[in-house]
Structure formats: structure tokens, C-alpha cells
């Protein structure tokens, strides 16, 4: 069974521009979550979408923003980049459900501003 | 909120077992879980435990869980040098999947 697939693995861009990730699911998931990764924040959470819906958001700014398809891929956006938003951008697949289940992440997309 | 505390470093000789700690504060976690990354990769599931157990083994993995102290713990018997990584210990609330994670514990296997 394949595992969860980000593309692209490497990103550069500077500020002001946007960037699009994209996540793959394993097959028969339905939750997908994004989380950012950082030296100085660690692993923080972004947002979890569940049949095509955001079920939870993190604390972060309106400039990131996700949607999921109907084949539970789900897309990843942030506007307006700023340094900071360097980091390793992760997305986790699970089953879905009411309840906290096991995620599965994938290798991540590694976002740098010049 | 969520808080999830571990230890920064841990150094262990291969061959002995290494004991990685992590305390949470979430009463209504559901499940709690051990990740493992390694440079340059993303996040592995090594194991997770439900909140109403107390213990879990997984072949050299054994997850330990004090749901009164909020402590977790995982031990790794027989540590080689391929256990050389950051080991996360994450909460997982009740609805939905956000996960609450600790700041990581770097394990060094020496020979």
C-alpha cells in the first residue's frame, strides 16, 4: 500500500509570491492534516480536512488556506510568503472518524523565502 | 491548552535500552503516539498506545502509560545505531485528528 505523497519535496520562492503543496493520502483515508515544522515553533498544527471539509484549524494567519478534493487529496496554499514561512511543510493521513485515530505522514515539503 | 513536555537529548550505548520520557497535559486524549524522524525525512508511526491502557510492547518497543501522572513513556531494548533520531511523543485529543506535539528528544547511539 502506498504511503502518504507530498510533492513537490523542494520548494524555493520569494516573498510576496504564493505557493501550492499537494498531498496524497494513503488509499481508504479520508482525514488529511498539514502541519508546519520549524527549529524554533516545532511541529505546529494548521488545519485537518475530513470529506472535503475543514474539521479543525490551528492558530495560524488567513494567508494559509487548504481545501481537499473528492478523492481525499487534499492542496495546501499560503499567500503573500514571508521569511518566516520557511519550514517543512508535513501532511498526515487517517482513516477519519469521530475520534483521534493514527496518522500516517508523509516526507514533507521542504518550503524556503529568499 | 495542550502542552506536551520531553527532554532534549538523550545519549545511550548500543546494545542498552534507551527510555524516552514525555508528559502531557491533555486530560480528554484519546490516543497518545510515538513518532520518530530522521534527517531530512518526514515523521515515522512507531507506535501508539489508547488512553485506557497502560502498556503496549511492540517487538523492542515497549510504550508505558501513567493516565493519573500524565506521563508516557517508550523504551528501546537492545538500541542500535539505525535508533539514532528525534523521537516526538504526541497527544491526539477527543474529535477530529489534531495532534499536540512535544518538542522532540534527539537520541545518540554510540558504539
Known sequence: KAGVTQ??????KT???????????ISGHRSVSWYQQ???Q????LFEY??????NKGNFPGRFSGRQFSNSRSEMNVSTLELGDSALYLCASSLGGQNNQPQHFGDGTRLSIL | GEDVEQSLFLSVREGDSSVINCTYTDSSSTYL??????????LQLLTYIFSNMDMKQDQRLTVLLNKKDKHLSLRIADTQTGDS???FCAEGGGGGNKLTFGTGTQLKVEL
Open chain 1, 15 to 25: 516573498r510576496g509570491q504564493q505557493v501550492t503543496l499537494s498531498c496524497s493520502p
Open chain 1, 38 to 40: 520549524t527549529p524554533g
Open chain 2, 85 to 87: 533520531a528525534i523521537y
Open chain 1, 50 to 55: 475530513f470529506s472535503e471539509t475543514q474539521r
Open chain 2, 33 to 42: 503516539y510515538w513518532y520518530k524522524q530522521e534527517p531530512g525525512a518526514g
Open chain 1, 42 to 45: 516545532g511541529l505546529q498544527f
Open chain 1, 7 to 12: 510533492t513537490p519535496r523542494y520548494l524555493i
